[in-house]
Every structure is written in C-alpha cells, then in structure tokens.
C-alpha cells in the first residue's frame, strides 16, 4: 500500500502520514524527504553520522535489547530480507538504533546484534539526543511500567522492570539521504525485500 506524503523536501516526517498507512503495509513517501544528518554512539563505541553510511541505502528500525516481542522479530525479518536479496543484501545498510540509551550501552547493543548478523549496524545515545532524532521520524518514545491491571505509568530512575513504549516501523534512506519508504510493523520479510530489490534497481 501506498502512502503519498508529492521534488525533494527538508522538514521532519509528519505523524499523520505514518498513520495514514495501514499496518503490515509498505509507504512510499513521494516526495522523498531529506533526513537531517545525526550522530550518535556505535556499537564500537565510536561516533557514528548517518552521513557516514552515504552512498548505500538505509534500512532503519529503531527498537532496543530488552524489546520482548517486536525488535528481535523485525531484526530477525531483516536476516530473512538480507538472505532473500542475496549479494544485493551487501548493498544495504541494516540499522538499529536503540531508543533505551540508559540501559543499551555500546557493547550490549554489539552482543545483540550479534545474535541476528554481524554486519548490522547498531547506535545509541543520551535520551535527550534519541527523543529529538526520533521527532524527525514522527515518533515519540517513552518509558513506562506496566501495572498488574495492565495501566501505565512513566519509569522513574528507581524502576528496573520497564518497558519503552514505541512504534516499530523501519524506514528505508536512500544513498543520498533521503527517506523514501516506511515498512509498518508486519510487513512480511519477502514483502520489504521485494520493495528493496525494486528500489536498487531503480538506482
């Protein structure tokens, strides 16, 4: 499914156009728009600038280690995307960045990735840095504990047991920088490769 968010434009991702698509969908955003360059920690511990990883294309989740359900399986469609595209798979840039600064040092986040592919990108921040990135994506996160009636509350520095409260699509950078697709959560690893084998042969 297709999401018109109409040449090339510098302003953040809308909200309303994230949800303008339905779940489990692909969103082409036409016109393509420029992500504003960011830097923030590898999983080397290093400084890492989207601008860095210019000249391939960008598949972008953000999520975080101790997610119980929706990143490690949008981590593992992204193994399947990767295998499916084959040598075209080398031409992408897989990226995970953690929305759980606090919690999701540099060498956490190494070991995560590990589990899925070791060619996968991973970056992490302060919570400040992650809050105003996430703004150019239309997205807000939060953390919050879950109570035994199933309410919510925001986390406090003396909560262990929580839970970042967080939409899950990925978002597919052009080479150049530019946001050109949004795959919502569920979109079906043969789905996004199809998209992205479309997308590079465009190139």
Not at 10 to 25: E, K, M
Not at 26 to 32: D, L, N, Q, Y
Not at 45 to 74: A, I, N
Not at 116 to 134: C, I
Request: charged letters at 20%.
């Amino acid at each position: 499914m297709g999401v018109i968010l109409s040449e090339k434009v510098q302003q953040p991702l809308p909200p309303q156009n994230l949800a303008a698509a339905a779940p489990g969908g692909a969103a082409v955003v036409e016109p393509p728009l420029l992500v504003q360059d960011f830097t923030l920690t590898s999983q080397s511990g290093q400084p890492l600038s989207l601008s860095e990883l210019r000249g391939r294309p960008v598949l972008l989740f953000f999520g975080y280690t101790h997610c119980p359900d929706e990143c490690p399986l949008t981590l593992a469609d992204f193994t399947q995307v990767k295998s499916q595209l084959g040598d075209l798979g080398e031409k992408i840039h897989f990226l995970l960045i953690s929305v759980n600064g606090e919690r999701d040092t540099p060498s956490v986040v190494a070991d995560f990735l590990w589990r899925f592919d070791g060619s996968f990108v991973g970056m992490t921040g302060d919570p400040d840095s992650l809050r105003q990135l996430g703004k150019q994506f239309g997205l807000m996160f939060e953390a919050v504990v879950l109570g035994n009636d199933g309410s919510q509350r925001p986390a406090t520095n003396q909560d262990e047991n929580y839970f970042v409260s967080h939409i899950s699509p990925s978002f597919l950078i052009d080479q150049d920088g530019y946001l050109s697709r949004v795959f919502f959560y569920g979109t079906k690893a043969v789905v996004i490769a199809s998209n992205l084998r479309q997308f590079l042969d465009m190139e």
